[in-house]
């Protein structure tokens, strides 16, 4: 069992731990070496590594048949290796010949459909896995947990008599009870609508906190696995692409793949050029390059930019460099597609004041103010 499961724990908060790589994991409870899985011909996980710090949560962030459930179900034990070794909690549970079942393992589940028993109570579903303890200590756990859930007068209530997110709530208070060594949430906002979803994910992120659990979650969600995770790992084709804190794996992706998943990514195609980076729309300082070098001289690169790294101004002909294709409001701002003269296509984000009609030409310009991820171009 883990222990402190309910007290306020110092874990690494989102966005403070700063530094946290997968190589600065320094008190794993999970552990996945070369963990692969396949179907018949199909290799639906293929030789992953993955370190899951105490207290932290992970989130595996990919594509629809990356690879990801197929991961999370052989974490709980509800599908085996084919090759590979799961270590929780210092033990192996999977790999050289052993395996240990889902019930063996000190792992809770919040299911996506949250999958409470409908005649039971709220206290009662709660109360459910908490099988070894006095009437007294389960009385107490309840009372607990329907605190830590923000849930203290509904113990009585059934499942129907909730809201959504109330449910969600009382299905992460049941997988908690038991005070797992992990715990493992499948796509845990999907059966939320919109708005509830968005305001679900910093409740149960505060809930995960406080009672200092260690979760993975899996999700299809950029923007849920950004805002929820102490980590992401983002996978593609059954492998894990990049793993690191959501600022680095947004800012500087590793890959066309991560960056092009994690939100609208355009590129310029480049050319670098002693100190100077030519693009499409300007030279600038290859400086603003991560992690550019000499050695990098004369190359051709793509530059990663999103659309609120450019702007896109009227201006007289001979200073236009492009032509707009497309505009799509969003509410609050517009994202007008740019085709550049020299032939690469971007997106310009503007407050929804700035009104730039289809076909007509403007001036876009680099306002980022971060440096840049790139590619070389034979890659
Ligand atoms: P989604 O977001 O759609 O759930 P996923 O990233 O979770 O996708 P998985 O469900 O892990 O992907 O599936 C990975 C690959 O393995 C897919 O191509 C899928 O068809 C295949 N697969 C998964 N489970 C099985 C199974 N029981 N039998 C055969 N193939 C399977």
Redesign the pocket.
């Known amino acids: 069992m883990a222990s402190n499961t309910f007290s306020r724990q110092q874990t690494a908060q989102h966005g403070s731990a700063g530094v946290r790589t997968e190589s600065s994991v320094t008190d794993p409870v999970l552990s996945l070496r070369e963990v692969t ?1 396949s ?2 011909d ?1 290799i ?2 293929d030789g992953i590594d993955l370190d899951v710090e105490r207290g932290e949560l992970l989130t ?1 962030l ?12 052989m974490i709980a034990g509800l ?1 085996e290796p084919t090759a590979g070794e799961i270590t929780l909690a210092d033990a192996s549970v999977a790999g050289n010949g052993s395996f240990t079942p889902p019930e063996k393992r000190d792992v809770g589940i919040v299911f996506q459909s949250f999958a409470l028993f409908p005649h039971l109570t709220v206290s009662e579903n709660i109360a459910f896995g908490l099988t070894d303890l006095d009437q007294d200590s389960i009385d107490e756990r309840v009372t607990a947990l329907l605190e830590l859930v923000d849930l203290p007068s509904h113990g009585d209530k059934r499942p129907e008599q909730l809201s959504g997110g109330q449910k969600q709530r009382v299905a992460l208070a049941r997988s908690l009870a038991p005070e797992p060594e992990l715990l493992l949430l499948d ?1 845990p906002f999907s059966n939320l609508d919109v708005r509830l979803r968005v305001e679900m994910r910093e409740e149960v992120r505060s809930i995960l906190k406080e009672a200092g659990v260690t979760a993975v979650s ?1 999700t ?1 969600d950029q923007e849920e696995a950004l805002s929820i995770s102490d980590r992401v790992a983002v ?1 593609n084709n ?1 492998q894990v692409e990049q793993i690191g804190r959501p600022e680095l794996v947004f800012e500087q992706p590793e890959s066309r793949f991560v960056a092009s998943f994690l939100g609208r990514a355009s590129f310029l195609s480049s050319q670098l050029s002693g100190d100077s980076l030519e693009t499409g729309i300007g030279t600038f300082d290859a400086k603003m390059l991560e992690g550019y070098n000499k050695q990098y001289d004369g190359i051709k690169v793509d530059v990663l930019v999103r659309p609120d790294d450019l702007r896109a101004t009227t201006a007289i002909p001979e200073e236009t460099n492009g032509r707009v294709v497309s505009r799509q409001y969003v509410g609050p701002s517009f994202i007008y597609r740019v085709d550049l003269d020299s032939g690469d296509t971007v997106h310009c984000l503007h407050n929804h004041a700035v009104n730039f009609a289809v076909e007509e030409r403007v001036k876009v310009q680099l306002v980022a103010d971060h440096s840049l991820a790139w590619y070389p171009q034979s890659d």
Do not use: I, Q, Y
Not at 62 to 73: D, Q, V
């Open positions: 899985k179907f018949g199909e639906a996980v595996l990919g594509p629809s048949g990356c690879g990801k459930t197929t991961t999370l179900r599908e796509e899996v299809h996978m059954g």
